[in-house]
């Protein structure tokens, strides 16, 4: 299940045109590494929000990195609905911060 998983994953990537190959490698190894697509993927709705939708909602924020990092990290409620996204302490500072730019790069 895991290997098809990744592999649905891969094929929804490749459709993003606007990250780099090397930038849409990395970030799957990220997600993969910190159990992200537990919950999240690329264009689809699973438990938590698209990372397209993400993407899409801090687009031009001032202080987007910062903050998607800060929330990877200690987790929240309320911006998605009822959502809740648990605190992920064990993504060490450098990977939140990688994967939030990775993810505001999605379009």
């Known amino acids: 299940m895991s290997r098809f998983l990744s592999l649905c994953f891969l094929a929804s990537l490749s459709l993003i045109a606007t990250v780099s190959y090397a930038e849409t490698k990395e970030l799957q ?3 993969q590494k910190n159990n992200c697509l537990a919950c999240h993927l690329i264009d689809k709705r699973k438990y938590g929000p698209m990372l397209k939708e993400v993407a899409e909602k801090y687009a031009g924020e001032s202080g987007a990195v910062e903050k998607l990092a800060a929330k990877i990290k200690a987790g929240g409620t309320g911006v998605w609905g009822e ?5 992920q302490s064990n993504v060490s500072d450098a990977d939140a911060k990688l994967i939030a730019e990775l993810v505001l790069s999605l379009k």
């Open 29 to 31: 190894l990220l997600l």
């Open 83 to 87: 959502d809740v996204m648990p605190p």
